[in-house]
């Protein structure tokens, strides 16, 4: 059974604080990506990864950056969170040449 | 760039009652066309797929078409359950293969 998993359901963090967000999967998906989700606006692409030490800008990468150093592994960076951070944040993997992504539970950051 | 739009919710409905919800797109090329479902509590899942026109994705009773002539990829269910309340993401793949979302429908079936 495929399986995307992230490191926390939920986290509180103070303004100015560096977050991490982990993601990790078990299916060794060459693609990995970051997306949040906001009330009335779906989900938008923050970051996304083709393979081990690639990455690449999604639709709003400001304020963010990521790391991937293992092909299981994607994790989100916050470098000072900020108020308007607070967000459900969604992990994904896909096989290269695939459409389909599988999503992981998300982290609710709530950055106060 | 490419964009999809599908009905605001909230969508309230008794059980057993029929399931339409609307989703339009816009996108160069041939796009591929997906509804994904987000329980309470957990991220999202795969619900259909159609990859080219009038493909009929189909799983757990709920159906869509992929009609090209009016860009259009509506979710139908005849009869909905209980269960089936979750929020329902219309989404496409375009010629850069990622994914572009939907704001989202948030279904409530009530017994």
């Known amino acids: 059974d495929v399986k995307v998993t992230q490191s926390s359901r939920y986290l509180v963090k103070r303004t100015g604080e560096k977050v991490f967000l982990e993601c990790v999967q078990d299916m060794d998906h060459e693609n990995m990506f970051w997306y949040r989700q906001d009330p009335g606006l779906g989900l938008r692409l923050i970051y996304f990864?083709?393979?081990?030490?690639?990455?690449e800008k999604g639709d709003i990468p400001e304020g963010y950056s990521v790391s991937r150093e293992k092909k299981e592994r994607f994790s989100l960076i916050l470098e000072s969170a900020s108020t308007s951070q607070t967000s459900m944040y969604l992990c994904?993997?896909?096989?290269?040449?695939?459409?389909?992504?599988?999503f992981g539970p998300g982290t609710r950051l709530t950055v106060t | 760039g490419d964009s999809v739009t599908q009905m605001e919710g909230p969508v309230t409905l008794s059980e057993e009652a029929f399931l339409t919800i609307n989703c339009t797109y816009t996108a160069t090329g041939y796009p591929s066309l997906f509804w994904y479902v987000q329980y309470p509590g957990e991220g999202l899942q795969l619900l259909l797929k159609?990859?080219?026109?009038?493909d009929k994705g189909s799983n757990k009773g709920f159906e869509a078409t992929y009609r090209k002539e009016t860009t259009s990829f509506h979710l139908e269910k005849g009869s909905v359950q209980v269960s089936d309340s979750a929020v329902y993401f219309c989404?496409?793949?375009?010629?850069?293969?990622?994914?572009?979302f939907g704001s989202g429908t948030q279904l409530t079936v009530l017994p």
């Open positions: 989404a496409l793949t375009g010629s850069a293969r990622q994914l572009t």
């Open positions: 994904a993997s896909r096989r290269q040449r695939s459409h389909e992504q599988y």
């Open positions: 990864s083709y393979d081990v030490k690639m990455k």
């Open positions: 159609a990859t080219k026109a009038d």
